[in-house]
DNA sequence: TTGTAAGCGTTATCAG
DNA sequence: CTGATAACGCTTACAA
């Protein structure tokens, strides 16, 4: 079948001794047999197994990365930000998709064990108590990508941009620019760190600057255009006086309220404005363009490539918590009240 | 270290070779000792070392997918499309990104191997001879996706969209529509499939119904919005008579040219229709919404791992190209003249 | 410099 | 049903 470093070996005269060090340049060889060495590996195409190279010597350069789904932008972009460390660093990558089911993540984590690899960065919704035990029984370190634990806080290394602070800034924006009456359309409330932490900031703005926290302002749904749409007819019906703005959870979310304003004759950001998160490709595309919270995954994803890789190192004594930082992008969905 | 099998045979009392029949069920054990067995396994976390089985079973049940950029949206759905049938089999993923340079592509494929993957699927811009050649050299089945072979046509099986017809249809649709002067502002023109292949189905639609082609209605350009805008740019600037339609290679492409049409006031459909290409999530979250050419890459990505699994399976005489159906969706920047 | 041989952690063949 | 033991393909002391 596959050719052997033992077919090699015979092939070239030689021990295969002879030809691991040639493969590794391991020990000295004389140049002589190198060559005739080298010779027949390329007659043959042999690529050492690295099943067996991996067996012997603990290495596998595999590292594995678990999303929810990579067909998201989001993880798209994390993904392509942590393969572009490994890669270099000539790491391959194993990807699972998790759905973001906690049963499912268990499973990986096992699986990913079994497959020897050397460090894993994970990807949740909710890591909970339960995902950061099993995620402490494995023996390769892993840290945490764009969602903190919910439960376990400062176990494992994490790299996240801030919830809380973006979404702080984000209210804090809109205030500075004379809005008083701003609404919170969200994401999940069983999100940790894209639900939770935000509406915290969110909370922690307003009543920073004396504005009573109004419970019918917040609505909380799906990270979907669907619910965007939905949670904006709630805002819109629930409320006798509308917000002059409101921040929401997703780009995704806010293209979705936008179009519900749109068909209710709500011209935007005339009578409303609206601020996105994400950054998302599209949200240049829209019209009127999607003022937003820019949060670069790609460079989250690179950090926590790089974080792992310290680990790997043996680097201890490591920032438990590392931030990527955030930044509002004016656009035109957004008007000042000054 | 990590606890192995012989540890656990030993703790439970029994040889290695009864621990690994528990864990394969591979033959009977009597209950006492499986209990016994399973036991000190749980007890224990005891992972089994699938390096350690797969040098002995042939069996990694690993899978390379090697894509140009998993960030985008195309390749995202494509993967997990594809992972989607992986991993309900017990099929892991090792995924790789080239962006789409051929250098990187041969080296992946060495590294794959290496790394004792059963089979590959393959998602490439130019697939060439030199990368035919080298795909046939590896011991795993490869099977192309979203792109075929530009040079050596019919010899690696392939899962694709029929850009031909799939553009061929587009201009037939605008036809129909009482359309005769229409654009066609395209991917690159080395990009074989959904570069050439397209500009063909353009070429062939318009011969067919005897409307000579206007070169100058062709502009090929990168798939991105930038390339959109210009390309229209250069469309209007250098035809007198501007063209009542343009199709494009994409919806980004799209998007960019109807931004350029914006700023010179031409209304969209009234003075100019666009029909995109893809189906993007955000062809309808951008007004007006887009028309376009609908390609389910989940269900290529599927369809491709199908047969994948098919070829692993040693089963021989497949047919050798499987296309994915498209579909054009009508929305609002087409407009009928009739 | 080069070769021999002992593993690495499993599975699989053979006896028992 | 259970247990030795020989692979699997490679790396790495240990000798020569």
Redesign the pocket.
């Known amino acids: 079948?596959?050719?052997?470093?033992?077919?090699?070996?015979r092939e070239a005269?030689?021990?295969?001794?002879?030809?691991?060090?040639v493969?590794?340049k391991?020990?000295?060889?004389?140049a002589?047999?190198?060559d005739r060495v080298y010779e027949v590996i390329e007659r043959n195409h042999?690529?050492?197994?690295?099943?067996?190279?991996g067996?012997?010597?603990?290495k596998t350069n595999t590292i594995g990365i678990i999303v929810p789904d990579i067909s998201n932008a989001v993880f798209g972009k994390l993904t392509k930000g942590m393969n572009s460390i490994f890669a270099k660093q000539g790491y391959t990558v194993v990807l699972c998709e998790s759905q973001g089911k906690l049963e499912k993540e268990l499973q990986l984590l096992g699986i990913l064990e079994e497959k020897q690899i050397e460090g894993l960065l994970f990807a949740g919704v909710d890591v909970n108590h339960t995902l950061v035990n099993a995620m402490l029984q494995r023996d390769y370190p892993v840290v945490l990508v764009t969602q903190e634990a919910s439960e376990d806080e400062g176990v494992i290394n994490t790299v996240i941009h801030n919830n809380v602070e973006a979404m702080y800034d984000a209210v804090r924006f809109l205030l500075d620019n004379g809005h008083r009456r701003i609404a919170y359309l969200g994401g999940p409330r069983n999100d940790f760190s894209s639900g939770k932490k935000r509406l915290k900031g969110y909370r922690r703005a307003l009543e920073e600057v004396g504005i009573p926290v109004n419970e019918s302002y917040i609505v909380q749904g799906e990270f979907s255009f669907e619910a965007g749409y939905q949670g904006m007819k709630t805002l819109y019906e629930e409320n006798s006086k509308l917000p002059t703005a409101v921040v929401t959870g997703s780009d995704v979310i806010a293209v979705g309220a936008m179009q519900y304003l749109d068909n209710m004759r709500v011209r935007i950001p005339d009578d409303i404005s609206i601020l996105g998160f994400d950054d998302s490709e599209f949200a240049t595309y829209i019209k009127p363009e999607l003022s937003t919270v820019r949060i670069s995954y790609y460079d989250e994803g690179v950090k926590a490539a790089k974080m792992l890789l310290r680990m790997m190192k043996g680097e201890t004594d490591l920032p438990v918590t590392e931030y990527v930082s955030h930044k509002i992008i004016r656009r035109s969905t957004t008007k000042s009240l000054n």
Chains 1, 2 share one sequence.
Do not use: C, H, W, Y
């Not at 079948?1 to 070996?9: H, L, P, Q, R, S």
């Not at 391991?26 to 004389?30: A, G, N």
């Not at 042999?46 to 190279?53: C, D, E, H, I, V």
């Not at 067996?55 to 603990?58: A, D, G, H, N």
């Open positions: 079948m596959a050719v052997t470093i033992e077919d090699i070996a005269g030689v021990s295969i001794a002879t030809v691991s060090r493969i590794n391991t020990k000295p060889v004389s002589q047999l190198r042999f690529k050492p197994n690295s099943l067996a190279q067996l012997i010597t603990k």
